[in-house]
């Protein structure tokens, strides 16, 4: 078994690229007037975001790389290092991302690591840099484990994971519209991950690819991008402040808070970690299913559109109902 | 890449990018050109909240709305805008305004700028019954 691989640390090397490619898109927008939007403050905070995610990597990425390390030395497999084992590695790597960013926004503990990478109001090429500082404590890492065990070296997988990372930062733009329609078929692209980041309901909880779109087309996430349906991005609920510490922890605190109410079953704490966002005990909140069918009983000329269910009047207090019998 | 070169080229990065945005002129608030604005931004907060009443503040930097649920306010973030209910809210008066607190970890403090009259104004509305 082979320990000692090494891959160039490709997201550190990109930094002077995001910042090339973040300069370009504001000339762009401002000289063109148009293709998007920046504002001072909410861009500052993506950056900071950017850079803290960084560092939690440097503090605790030790954990990831330690369990992957335990991994290869019991697995019995050795792919190797040749050209078609990276790019195997790459596009299972992108099919265990898939799940992790599925998982990232339908299982509330890992959302609120996930939740600031949506924080923003603004879609540009800082918002793809306003990432996670809790990603460590989501666990999520485990996923990519059947790939260690498959053979694919630790490093080999960090580095296929870094360059899907860099894949993803130009296609949070309005600069671009629509590209070739082969490419729109195979490939994410800056119309499908716009649709990601939309708060509209129709939008909400699709689109989870990250380089592949073909992944979503396959598991019945896909929802493009619609010009009668213009994306309005953020949360559910927008922030009403700036301060990355906030925004880095927000949705555990809100956790946290909910998961120490009193007069609570243990079922039900864990129901506010592992349920869906927007999962409450007494109904008082809205999965993105409640939302989505709330919104049909307004429009029912929508009913059964891209991204929005069938369903009629009345079915999402059922799917409220249903949730609480899960766990 | 040597931390003593990253650390360096993130932080210039960080501070000339937000310079140059401050510079360009991105860094205005948000205005609420009416009570229908306002109304408009409430509802991208609280669809299906209908207000049933809007004061927008002179500088139009926010709006009070009453709705069948109680008291809310409406403010800018950075271009954008977010609204909140008051409830639970501790809110005084001071030398810009109004100064609202709110249990809320994701909007904890919400700076109004309102005149003297228009702060007295708005407490007084918010005694009133919702």
Redesign the interface.
Known sequence: MTDMISFP?VV??A??F??AA??AE?LWI?FKGRGG????????TS??MG?GN?ASGILFGFIAYGLFMLLWRITPFDLGTSLWIVALCFVLDDLSYYWVHRFGHRVRWVWASHVNHHSS??YNL?TALRQTWTGTFTFMMILRAPLILLGFHPAMVLFVGGMNLIYQFWIHTETIGRLPRWFEAVMNTPSHHRVHHGRNPRYLDCNYAGVFIIWDKLFGTFVPELDEDKV?Y?LV??????NPL?VA??EW??IFRDVLQPGLSWRERAQYCLMPPGWSHDNSRGTSEVIKA??VS?HPELAGTPGLPHNPIGQAEKINAAHKNVI | MPLSILLPMVVLGIAGIAVLLHVLGLSHRAILADEGAASRAWLREFPGHRPTRVILCQNRLAALVKTEQGYGVVWPMGADTTARYLTQAHITADAKGLRINLPDFTAPRIGLSLDPDEAARWLETLKEPA
């Open positions: 640390d550190n090397w930094v002077p995001f910042i973040i300069l504001l401002t939007r920046y504002e001072t403050r909410d861009a500052l950056l900071v850079a960084v109001q603004h800082t309005d953020g609920h927008n922030l009403g402040t700036f906030r922890f927000h605190v809100g709330r919104y307004q």
